[in-house]
């Protein structure tokens, strides 16, 4: 057996010191995430940053650095997703725009807002994408590197 984990790509988004998620349906309940999901083939991983915020907020989202590349084992579904998370710039938002099949609604969140709601995280990689944000963690976009 081979074993793979599921890429996945967030992007965490702070503007007037509040943070934007998602609230969704999961199997263990309404849930509070990044606007994130699963990298589909032919994207580039900042391109799927920028798919997945627009699904699922309704806003365009520019990816200017990575924030981080994160391993985290779901032991619920036995499941391993490695998460490369992007900060950059929030751009033109589209009220109109239904939201991905999940999604409740797009919500701002000051961090306190954020560590008390802890048990309804998707994943402790809620809390720990926002931590590394506000710790000034930045690395340049360059260093993903896409081959075709």
């Known amino acids: 057996m081979i074993w ?3 890429a996945t790509v967030a992007a ?3 503007r007037d010191g509040k943070f934007l998620l998602v609230e969704e349906e999961t199997s263990q309940g309404v849930r509070f995430n990044q606007p994130a999901g699963h ?3 032919k994207e580039t991983l900042a391109a799927a940053a920028t798919r997945e915020v627009l699904e699922e907020s309704a806003y365009d989202f520019e990816p200017q650095y ?3 590349i994160y391993r985290w084992h779901a032991p619920e579904s036995d ?3 490695l998460r ?3 900060g950059g710039k929030l751009l033109t938002h589209h009220p109109e725009r239904p939201l991905d099949e999940g999604i409740l609604r ?3 969140l000051t961090t306190d807002e954020i560590r008390a709601n802890q048990a309804l995280h998707r994943s402790p990689l809620v809390l720990r994408c ?5 710790a000034g963690k930045r690395y340049p976009l360059d260093m993903l590197v896409h081959y075709d």
């Not at 926002?130 to 506000?134: A, M, T």
Request: no cysteine.
């Open 4 to 6: 793979k984990p599921n």
């Open 12 to 14: 965490v988004i702070e």
């Open 39 to 41: 990298w589909e083939p």
């Open 66 to 68: 990575l924030l981080g």
């Open 79 to 81: 499941t391993t997703y």
């Open 84 to 86: 490369f998370a992007f």
């Open 106 to 108: 797009a919500v701002w």
């Open 130 to 134: 926002i931590e590394d944000y506000l």
